[in-house]
């Protein structure tokens, strides 16, 4: 089986270790001020009291959140340690796990855009250690930083020459820009000229388009809630104005993968899309119906649970749904007794999507 969705939770001292001389005094890091853990990024506290939440696949879910427990209390062994990840693959019969950040998928609250991109070469380069001790089998994906499109562009083709398999996307706007804006068309051209799938994987964010629902949440209404919605929230709109702003038009070989949304929601999607183009189509900058770019250029990663797995095949492609576990966070389920029953499908598409 092929993981596709799953994390690495950043050592704390990564970003001390890794980051240049310039920049160490402004690490990633957690303190602790009269005894609470406190996630300090581009030296404001982002969070606080609740990081082993981060992780925390193996604890109970009752426990994770009470006082007194840790960041490292969440971070199972095999979420940092190379050696200790293999094991743990080597057990639920997994062959290869395309492997995201943690930490650097939360908000670089931080003006300094030198800073930020210090922070993102840092830690690929941290993960790029961490796969070449995995014996190629751990998949890394890279970050850059959306918010300097040169410096991003400059991080992502030295992350393509080190044999980097994605890159990671969030689903949120940029700087008030769409996704599909023409801005960032020199990121996307460099996906499309390397065949690097772009994956939109789901964020914590605070504030900002990323936060669906947000005065739903206001009125805390609990984590299924958000778990559960939050998800199609964050990728809806993404996927949906890639397809509307023209984004496959100029990029036809551009490849986009939706992460830990499950796969179940491309159908409808690609029926409520389809007739609403049948309205507008005159009036939005794309040549097909929107299903036929999800048919073409994008990809959904189902989720271990999902029972519609083979009408999504169906009905998107054949060849565009993947598994992933999303281990080691909080709802991640990665440890199941039997991987789907369409694994040698998933399992093919995986290999033809970032084995390249």
């Known amino acids: 089986?092929?993981?596709?969705?799953?994390?690495?939770?950043?050592?704390?001292?990564?970003?001390?270790?890794?980051?240049?001389?310039?920049?160490?005094?402004r690490a990633i890091r957690i303190d602790e001020v009269e005894g609470v853990e406190q996630l300090v990024i581009g030296e404001e506290v982002v969070l606080q009291g609740v990081l082993a939440g981060l992780g925390g696949a193996h604890i109970e879910k009752q426990k994770l959140f009470t006082p007194g427990m840790r960041y490292i209390d969440g971070c199972p062994p095999a979420s940092y340690d190379p050696a200790a990840r293999i094991?743990?693959?080597?057990?639920?019969?997994?062959?290869?796990?395309?492997?995201?950040?943690?930490?650097?998928?939360?908000?670089?609250?931080?003006?300094?855009?030198?800073?930020?991109?210090?922070?993102?070469?840092?830690?690929n380069n941290w993960m790029n250690d961490f796969a070449q001790d995995c014996d190629g089998r751990v998949w890394p994906v890279a970050i850059i930083n959306w918010h300097d499109v040169d410096a991003a562009a400059q991080e992502l083709e030295r992350c393509v020459k080190l044999g980097f398999r994605a890159l990671f996307v969030p689903p949120e706007t940029v700087s008030n820009r769409r996704l599909g804006d023409a801005h960032f068309d020199r990121i996307w051209n460099i996906c499309q000229d390397a065949n690097l799938p772009a994956c939109l994987h789901v964020v914590v964010r605070f504030s900002g388009s990323a936060v669906p629902f947000a005065e739903w949440h206001a009125t805390s209404p609990g984590p299924?809630?958000?778990?559960?919605?939050?998800?199609?929230?964050?990728?809806i709109p993404a996927l949906t104005s890639m397809i509307t702003d023209g984004l496959f038009e100029r990029f036809p070989r551009l490849k986009v993968v939706s992460v830990e949304a499950g796969a179940g929601y491309a159908p409808y999607l690609m029926d409520r899309l389809d007739a609403k183009y049948e309205v507008f189509k005159g009036l939005v900058p794309i040549t097909r119906k929107p299903s036929e770019y999800i048919q073409s250029?994008?990809?959904?990663?189902?989720?271990?649970?999902?029972?519609?797995?083979d009408t999504t095949l169906e009905l998107v492609g054949s060849d565009r749904?993947?598994?992933?576990?999303?281990?080691?966070?909080v709802d991640g389920l990665a440890d199941v007794s039997e991987h789907p029953p369409q694994k040698d499908i998933l399992k093919r598409n995986a290999y033809a999507l970032f084995d390249t």
């Open 297 to 309: 250029n994008c990809y959904f990663v189902a989720e271990p649970l999902e029972r519609t797995i």
């Open 1 to 25: 089986m092929i993981d596709c969705d799953s994390h690495v939770l950043e050592p704390a001292d990564l970003w001390k270790n890794y980051l240049e001389a310039p920049f160490k005094d």
């Open 87 to 123: 094991e743990e693959m080597d057990r639920w019969g997994i062959e290869r796990s395309l492997v995201f950040p943690t930490i650097c998928i939360l908000p670089f609250p931080t003006e300094d855009q030198d800073l930020a991109n210090a922070y993102c070469r840092a830690y």
């Open 224 to 235: 299924i809630f958000g778990f559960g919605l939050g998800a199609t929230g964050q990728m």
């Open 321 to 329: 749904i993947l598994w992933g576990s999303d281990y080691p966070h």
